[in-house]
T-cell receptor, first 115, second 112 residues
Framework: NAGVTQTPKFRVLKTGQSMTLLCAQDMNHEYMYWYRQDPGMGLRLIHYSVGEGTTAKGEVPDGYNVSRLKKQNFLLGLESAAPSQTSVYFC??????????????FGPGTRLTVL | RKEVEQDPGPFNVPEGATVAFNCTYSNSASQSFFWYRQDCRKEPKLLMSVYSSGNEDGRFTAQLNRASQYISLLIRDSKLSDSATYLCVVMGTTSGTYKYIFGTGTRLKVLA
């Protein structure tokens, strides 16, 4: 049981390049999330998904796209990377509990630098 | 006002000390509350969910005060390994969607 995994762990891009970050979970969770974490700021939600085939915008969606073709995978795409997207990206998933068993589980993160 | 606020610290305490953190939240309709621990350059890991009745797990005790809209985390007998950043997370619903709001974290350093 690997939990939540992310690939790659590190990446350096040049401005304008594109890339896809992969998140996978083996807990059969319905909900999946992509966050970015920047110094001095709390985790900010980029996009999320409430089930296979669904996606929705979070707090900071501009410049990112996502897809959830399979329940276990949630992909985050950067169409044309910008230096402002230099950050640590975390994926998370959670089950369907309402007031209990509703905690999120996080992947190990992807450190992205855009030059 | 931020939706979730924490004192960034750092809290520097000697081994064996008791330390407490508070976290305030602005949305009175918030439903669930969590404390996560985050080590440097690592992912957040769930430390405790915080229930209305309060809960305890070994040296860690979490309390919820809905009237004053804050949650607290108490760490007794601090260990060097407790050094980390502690994130407060509040969950509520907005237009039928669960929304998790993260504090910026409180840094704890336990000193030998």
């Amino acid at each position: 049981n690997a939990g939540v995994t992310q690939t790659p762990k590190f990446r350096v891009l040049k401005t304008g390049q594109s890339m896809t970050l992969l998140c996978a979970q083996d807990m059969n969770h319905e909900y999946m999330y992509w966050y970015r974490q920047d110094p001095g700021m709390g985790l900010r939600l980029i996009h999320y998904s409430v089930g296979e085939g669904t996606t929705a915008k979070g707090e900071v969606p501009d410049g990112y796209n996502v897809s959830r073709l399979k329940k276990q995978n949630f992909l985050l795409g950067l169409e044309s990377a910008a230096p402002s997207q230099t950050s640590v990206y975390f994926c998370a998933s959670r089950g369907q509990g309402l007031l209990r068993n509703n905690e999120q589980f996080f992947g190990p993160g992807t450190r992205l630098t855009v030059l | 006002r931020k939706e979730v606020e924490q004192d960034p610290g750092p809290f520097n305490v000697p081994e064996g000390a008791t330390v407490a953190f508070n976290c305030t939240y602005s949305n009175s309709a918030s439903q669930s509350f969590f404390w996560y621990r985050q080590d440097c350059r690592k992912e957040p890991k769930l430390l405790m969910s915080v229930y209305s009745s309060g809960n305890e797990d070994g040296r860690f005790t979490a309390q919820l005060n809905r009237a004053s809209q804050y949650i607290s985390l108490l760490i007794r007998d601090s260990k060097l390994s407790d050094s980390a950043t502690y994130l407060c997370v509040v969950m509520g619903t907005t237009s039928g969607t669960y929304k998790y709001i993260f504090g910026t974290g409180t840094r704890l350093k336990v000193l030998a």
